[in-house]
């Protein structure tokens, strides 16, 4: 990289989809790299593909020793994507708890809401990872640190509605244990029963 730099390489290239290097170097958790780069001129608040920030990137890979730096050198920790969301969003959909207590820390907004009213509760009980006890331990960090059980997106759906429409048996069992409605009715009127009625998940009605 150095070499490439002192050659000239522009470290402001954008691909087509607008990502430069130092989003790259974020999410492959290349903390030199992404040192050289700043020194070099780049700007870690830099919007690539969907006006992600570096921060985004290296919290999607899971990089905490990464997030961590970012925030040191000035990363805007609740800057918003064009869909509206925050690295806090996208770390607690991930479930990247190291990362979720970092951001935290540098004052990532837990109430924090995208275009549709998506909060980092509601990712994290959807949950890309497929572990389910991995995302039921992410949404009960969550809720410790103030998440509101009951927050509602634009279409009136809570977290609850969220981890019943995915099936995730232990995030509704932690949303239950803190106090999760189980009468709380999304803009259509359904409940999260009427959800798992619907999908045929009487594993789900048992538990509700």
Do not use: C
Not at 171 to 181: D, F, K, N, P, R
């Amino acid at each position: 990289m150095q070499l490439l730099l002192d050659q000239g390489a522009d470290i402001k290239a954008r691909e087509k989809d607008g990502d430069m290097p130092i989003h790259w170097a974020a999410y492959g958790g290349h903390r030199e790299v992404i040192a050289l780069l700043l020194t070099r001129g780049s700007d870690v608040n830099d919007k690539g593909d969907g006006d992600w920030r570096p921060l985004h990137a290296a919290s999607e890979a899971g990089h905490a020793e990464i997030v961590q730096f970012l925030t040191e050198k000035g990363a805007e920790v609740n800057a918003k994507s064009k869909s509206g969301k925050t690295a806090l969003h996208v770390a607690a959909y991930e479930g990247h708890k190291a990362v979720v207590e970092i951001l935290l820390v540098a004052g990532a907004d837990i109430a924090a809401a995208d275009e549709e009213g998506v909060l980092p509760i509601h990712r994290a009980a959807t949950g890309r990872n497929r572990d389910d006890r991995r995302a039921a331990e992410m949404v009960t960090f969550l809720l410790t640190k103030g998440a509101d059980v009951n927050a509602v997106d634009k279409w009136g759906i809570t977290a609850l509605h969220y981890a019943v429409r995915r099936g995730r048996m232990n995030v509704i069992a932690a949303l239950l244990t803190h106090g999760a409605s189980i009468d709380a009715v999304d803009g259509a009127g359904d409940a999260p029963l009427q959800y798992a009625v619907k999908r045929k998940q009487t594993n789900v009605v048992d538990l509700l």
